[in-house]
T-cell receptor, first 114, second 112 residues
Framework: KAGVTQTPRYLIKTRGQQVTLSCSPI?????VSWYQQTPGQGLQFLFE???????NKGNFPGRFSGRQFSNSRSEMNVSTLELGDSALYLC?????????????FGSGTRLTVV | GQQLNQSPQSMFIQEGEDVSMNCTSS?????WLWYKQDPGEGPVLLIA?????ELTSNGRLTAQFGITRKDSFLNISASIPSDVGIYFC????????????FGTGTRLKVLA
């Protein structure tokens, strides 16, 4: 069974540009969550989607947005990139409401903003 | 952003030693999770805890959901070199929400 797939694995962008990251969840998983991981701030929750609807949102500026498609694949977009957006972006997928059903992380996309 | 207090931040231990780490908060949690992250990879779920006082094992790993629901502990017995990595706790504040708060991580290094 394939795991959570995130593309691309690495990305370098310049300030002011925008970027789109992709996450394909495990087959059958309908919930996808996104996290930002930085050395200084640790793992910070961005948002969670379930059946194409955003159910929860973290404390990030509006430059961070996401969406989920009918096949449960999700994309995250960051507009007007800032140097501080450099981080490892992780997505995780799950079947249902409890983590024990299988909340699985992808390997992440490492974004570097120069 | 919100974070759980996780300690210690890092630890160096000898192979074969037991390891203990914990997470504390002023908030009450419904679920506690423990993850391990290897360099360049996403976190991998080790243990999930759902009830106050619950004690759960996964091989050499044992975790407990504190009875106050404000803390959790992870123990690793007889550590081996592949235990190296960063261990994170995560807490779920409300049932049914996927907004998990993560601890700051414990970086474990095992000396052979």
């Amino acid at each position: 069974k394939a795991g959570v797939t995130q593309t691309p694995r690495y990305l370098i962008k310049t300030r002011g540009q925008q970027v789109t990251l992709s996450c394909s969840p495990i087959s059958g998983h309908r919930s996808v969550s996104w996290y930002q991981q930085t050395p200084g701030q640790g793992l910070q929750f961005l948002f969670e989607y379930f059946s194409e609807t955003q159910r929860n949102k973290g404390n990030f500026p509006g430059r961070f947005s996401g969406r989920q498609f009918s096949n449960s694949r999700s994309e995250m977009n960051v507009s007007t990139l800032e140097l501080g957006d450099s981080a490892l972006y992780l997505c995780a997928s799950s079947l249902g409401a409890r983590m024990g059903y299988g909340y699985t992380f992808g390997s992440g996309t490492r974004l570097t903003v120069v | 952003g919100q974070q759980l207090n996780q300690s210690p931040q890092s630890m160096f231990i000898q192979e074969g030693e037991d390891v203990s780490m914990n997470c504390t908060s002023s908030s009450i949690f419904n679920t506690w999770l423990w993850y391990k992250q290897d360099p360049g990879e996403g976190p991998v779920l080790l243990i999930a805890l759902y009830k106050a006082g619950e004690l759960t094992s996964n091989g050499r790993l044992t975790a407990q959901f504190g009875i106050t629901r404000k803390d959790s502990f992870l123990n690793i017995s007889a550590s081996i070199p592949s235990d190296v990595g960063i261990y994170f706790c995560a807490g779920q504040l409300r049932e049914g929400t996927y907004k998990y708060i993560f601890g700051t991580g414990t970086r474990l290094k095992v000396l052979a």
